[in-house]
């Protein structure tokens, strides 16, 4: 959907990602939100609200789903550019088709980010990571 970006903001909040799954034969369309110190139950609430009615008109997906708004949770997933730069300073794992690398992003920037670890600093290009995402160590 073009204008989901436009939509969650009126409910002052930010889109983070979204994604179609497949859990036990049933699509379900998450949404993922966030804004400035933390998202509540109320704002996931509100855009559901918003969006539900929508999707009753126009589905995200065909056929039966379910529609789930979260924020992205502390393990998160990182596929843009803009979650690459605000989880600078987190732990992230991330994938190339080559390598894998763990450790603390650095730096990020449209183009590429920076992972260091025991073994140094490694300059990834955002282009050719497949999988990337935060982790927590306990």
Known sequence: MDNLDKLV???GVELYDSEIANENGRAIFRVYITK?????????EKVSRLLSPIFDVTPPVSGDYNLEVSS????????????????????VKVQTEAEKFAGRLVKADEESIAVENEEGIFEINISEIKKAKTYLEW
């Open 9 to 11: 903001r009126e409910c």
């Open 36 to 44: 400035d110190g933390g998202v509540s139950l109320d704002d996931c």
């Open 72 to 91: 992205p949770g502390l393990e998160r997933k990182l596929s843009k550019p803009s979650h690459f730069k605000a989880s600078v300073g987190e732990l």
